[in-house]
């Protein structure tokens, strides 16, 4: 078993960067959305490798299923620049009489966005519930975009301790970020007022995609942002959003921790763990034409 999965994985591998080497179907509408992303960044993938991981298996009708999980690595050259991408997905393969039949992922990107906290989805707040105390309002801070760009670098595939994990974890990933940055927290125990993660609880703008989306474009005091109008203006340590359906819901953000030839960022993100992936997401199974971003600089009071 485990070596019929290192051929698939192998293959899939190949198909990357041997035009010769056919893809198994299972792959071939994702390396093609890979490769087509690539290109149009003037840019070409020069090496993949890739690690698996059994995480269970069962048996079920006299089909062999086997879960697990497995980390890329996508080595890219950029008008000589070369960028190390990652990705961490969960897939399960069926194999029946030692042949794989299917092999797909436990949760596609598009499923894992589309469903981030459905129970407060069509939740949102105003500018009324920004309205801070005294204290709050005469607080600055200090953005170290080095010390937030660190964190996302230390935790894009692993988790803090010291915060709540979610099993959709991508805006609470990049509060986190903002947070150890040194963005201050304000609003507790208010879920709908301000920015908070506190004794158990949090602010719905906090964990939730939208939520985040809507503080950044109106908060007044404490984390401050700042809405520019192209990707290149983003700084280290600054967040896009993205509305994959363009219907003004926004379902995902990301922390922009690097730069390529071009000045545009390369993003890090949770819940589909990425690193350093190219900021437009259209390699993406959400990805749609009707796809709309939203770019914050973090506002730094020094």
Same mark, same amino acid.
Request: aromatic share 14%.
């Given at each position: 078993?485990?070596?019929?999965?290192?051929?698939?994985?192998?293959?899939?591998?190949?198909?990357?960067?041997?035009?010769?080497?056919?893809?198994? $179907?299972?792959?071939?509408?994702? /390396?093609?959305?890979?490769?087509? #992303?690539?290109?149009?960044?003037?840019?070409? &993938?020069?090496?993949?490798?890739?690690?698996?991981?059994? /995480?269970?298996?069962?048996?079920?009708?006299?089909?062999?299923?086997?879960?697990?999980?497995?980390?890329?690595?996508?080595?890219?050259?950029?008008?000589?620049? &070369?960028?190390?991408?990652?990705?961490?997905?969960?897939?399960?393969?069926? /194999?029946?009489?030692?042949?794989?039949?299917?092999?797909?992922?436990?949760?596609?990107?598009?499923?894992?966005?589309?469903?981030?906290?459905?129970?407060?989805?069509?939740?949102?707040?105003?500018?009324?519930?920004?309205?801070? #105390?005294?204290?709050?309002?005469?607080?600055?801070?200090?953005?170290?975009? $080095?010390?937030?760009?660190?964190?996302?670098?230390?935790?894009?595939?692993?988790?803090?301790?010291? =915060?709540?994990?979610?099993?959709?974890?991508?805006?609470?990933?990049? #509060?986190?970020?903002?947070?150890?940055?040194?963005?201050?927290?304000?609003?507790?125990?208010?879920?709908?007022?301000?920015?908070?993660? $506190?004794?158990?609880?949090?602010?719905?703008?906090?964990?939730?995609?939208?939520?985040?989306?809507?503080?950044?474009?109106?908060?007044?005091?404490?984390?401050?942002?700042?809405?520019?109008?192209?990707?290149?203006?983003?700084?280290?340590?600054?967040?896009?959003? =993205?509305?994959?359906?363009?219907?003004?819901?926004?379902?995902?953000?990301?922390?922009?921790?690097?730069?390529?030839?071009?000045?545009?960022?390369?993003?890090?993100?949770?819940?589909?763990?990425?690193?350093?992936?190219?900021?437009? =997401?259209?390699?993406? #199974?959400?990805?749609?034409?009707? /796809?709309?971003?939203?770019? =914050?600089?973090?506002?730094?009071?020094?």
């Amino acid at each position: 078993m485990k070596e019929i999965l290192q051929d698939l994985l192998q293959n899939r591998l190949d198909a990357y960067v041997k035009p010769s080497v056919k893809a198994q $179907r299972f792959f071939a509408e994702e /390396i093609e959305r890979k490769l087509l #992303s690539v290109q149009n960044r003037k840019a070409e &993938i020069v090496k993949v490798s890739g690690k698996g991981k059994i /995480i269970k298996n069962f048996t079920e009708d006299d089909v062999e299923k086997v879960q697990y999980q497995v980390r890329m690595r996508y080595i890219i050259n950029q008008n000589d620049n &070369i960028y190390l991408e990652e990705r961490v997905e969960e897939r399960q393969a069926e /194999i029946f009489r030692f042949t794989i039949v299917d092999d797909y992922p436990l949760f596609s990107e598009a499923d894992i966005l589309e469903n981030e906290q459905p129970t407060v989805r069509d939740f949102h707040f105003g500018p009324l519930d920004m309205y801070p #105390s005294e204290e709050e309002e005469r607080k600055g801070y200090h953005y170290d975009r $080095r010390r937030a760009v660190r964190y996302a670098e230390t935790f894009w595939n692993s988790y803090n301790p010291k =915060y709540k994990k979610f099993q959709d974890n991508c805006t609470n990933f990049i #509060s986190q970020c903002l947070h150890e940055g040194g963005a201050p927290m304000r609003g507790y125990p208010n879920r709908g007022n301000g920015w908070w993660m $506190r004794n158990n609880n949090w602010s719905y703008s906090w964990t939730v995609a939208n939520s985040l989306r809507y503080y950044l474009q109106n908060s007044k005091s404490g984390l401050r942002a700042k809405e520019v109008s192209s990707p290149e203006q983003l700084l280290l340590g600054d967040v896009i959003c =993205y509305d994959f359906q363009g219907d003004g819901r926004f379902d995902h953000n990301t922390i922009v921790v690097a730069k390529d030839a071009y000045g545009m960022p390369l993003v890090n993100a949770n819940t589909y763990n990425s690193r350093m992936r190219y900021w437009a =997401y259209e390699d993406s #199974s959400a990805y749609t034409p009707n /796809i709309k971003y939203k770019f =914050y600089s973090i506002v730094d009071d020094y």
